[in-house]
């Protein structure tokens, strides 16, 4: 079976600095996705980690344990538009589908 | 360049009504997904299709449900009857690759829709 978490919501200050963690059980794993989703919005693709250790990009980090089934995202210099529901999801290999978690949902406050 | 197009944005109609959820790919994305998102559920997978081709459709919930893909350009998602328990949002993404990709996934702005 195909099993997720991530903590549900999160609040932080505005030039903050907040990880959201993601622990995943799943069979044929590929890799970890994260997508950032604004309310009423769609999801959008946010890094993509294949590979044990930490990818960045600009203020957003996202780290891969595959041994222990743990990612995480790191959002530095927190801004008011990173208020958001941020969505781990496991790639897996066998029919290569995504399996979401159910989102954690992050507020700043400034 | 065009993202994923969905119709209608949104649909309210009553139980027992027939409703069909319309997606359009982004143009070269060979790998089309439907999912569903509720606040209880998250968003859950319904079907993938690969070139055309039904993959997985272990997610679609029951016979009412149905998914097509007559070509590259065009997917439909039909609930019918319809029941209040469908109320959701309902993303089509598309994505490149074949069945052992790692593309990120491209998502429409969704359609709302209510059951009354």
């Known amino acids: 079976g195909q099993n997720i978490d991530q903590p549900t919501e999160m609040t932080a200050t505005e030039g903050a600095i907040v990880q959201i963690n993601c622990t995943y059980q799943t069979s044929g794993f590929n890799g970890l996705f994260w997508y950032q989703q604004h309310a009423g919005e769609a999801p959008t693709f946010l890094s993509y980690n294949v590979l044990d250790g930490l990818e960045e990009k600009g203020r957003f980090s996202s780290f891969l344990s595959r041994s222990k089934g743990y990612s995480y995202l790191l959002l530095k210099e927190l801004q008011m538009k990173d208020s958001a529901s941020y969505l781990c999801?496991?790639?897996?290999?066998?029919?290569?589908?995504?399996?979401f978690g159910k989102g954690t949902m992050l507020l700043v406050s400034p | 360049d065009a993202g994923v197009i969905q119709s209608p944005r949104h649909e309210v109609t009553e139980m027992g009504q027939e409703v069909t959820l319309r997606c359009k790919p982004i143009s070269g994305h060979n790998s089309l997904f439907w999912y569903r998102q509720t606040m209880m559920r998250g968003l859950e997978l319904l079907i993938y299709?690969?070139?055309?081709?039904?993959?997985?459709d272990s997610g679609m919930p029951e016979d009412r449900f149905s998914a097509k893909m007559p070509n590259a350009s065009f997917s439909t998602l039909k609930i019918q009857p319809s029941e209040p328990r469908d109320s959701a949002v309902y993303f089509c993404?598309?994505?490149?690759?074949?069945?052992?990709?790692?593309?990120?996934?491209?998502f429409g702005d969704g359609t709302r829709l209510s059951i009354l």
């Open positions: 999801a496991a790639h897996n290999s066998g029919y290569s589908t995504l399996t």
């Open positions: 299709f690969n070139n055309n081709v039904p993959i997985d």
């Open positions: 993404a598309s994505s490149k690759g074949g069945l052992s990709f790692n593309q990120p996934q491209h």
